[in-house]
């Protein structure tokens, strides 16, 4: 909660880092960590395999943007430019550590892929109990779990999320369309 006469608590998140970048003052970075651990922890929990490990990549994740920070140059919101830092931060996390590597699943049997490219209405997805949704989630990988959370969870536009992958627009819509068709199948698994 912020102190009454703390004035950074009226300063918007570019001000702020602003200032941070300016003065390199790490009291005032300790402020930008406190209005944001919380869901760059939830980002990293999406990559991580335990509370544990989410909590040493979200510091992680602050170290390194206390060193990045001067690269924002504010054609963004300042939360979307962190979202994307830390997604990239988590992949390369997951993609450097080959005991967690991903395997490469895209060569498939054909009716295996007609099926993944069926479309899978918002609806089915909300219909879904929310227990065994958590469940089914988990059975993700950490980049189809994290897209999903940050569409649904987040509220994150199509928009944000091509700025945040850095892909075009209809990559974006093929890889939730996809995301999403994974989540039913894993949830069908778990009937």
Not at 126 to 152: C, D
Request: a neutral charge; charged letters at 35%; proline letters at 3%.
């Amino acid at each position: 909660m912020p102190e009454r006469n703390d004035p950074t608590a009226k300063w918007t998140d570019e001000e702020l880092v602003a200032r941070i970048v300016e003065k390199r003052d790490t009291d005032l970075f300790g402020k930008l960590y406190d209005r944001f651990a919380k869901r760059v922890y939830n980002k990293c929990y999406g990559f991580a395999r335990s509370e544990a490990e989410a909590e040493d990549l979200t510091q992680d994740v602050f170290l390194m943007l206390f060193i990045k920070l001067p690269s924002f140059q504010g054609k963004s919101k300042f939360s979307t430019w962190l979202y994307s830092f830390t997604y990239n931060f988590c992949v390369n996390y997951v993609n450097r550590n080959k005991s967690r590597k991903m395997s490469d699943k895209s060569v498939q049997v054909d009716t295996e892929e007609y099926r993944m490219t069926e479309e899978v209405p918002d609806e089915q997805l909300l219909e879904l109990k929310a227990q065994k949704l958590g469940e089914a989630m988990e059975q993700l990988s950490p980049e189809n779990k994290s897209l999903l959370l940050l569409k649904y969870q987040d509220g994150a536009s199509i928009k944000e999320l091509t700025d945040l992958l850095e892909i075009g627009e209809s990559a974006v819509k093929m890889r939730l369309k996809r995301a999403k068709a994974k989540l039913v199948e894993q949830y069908n698994l778990l009937a």
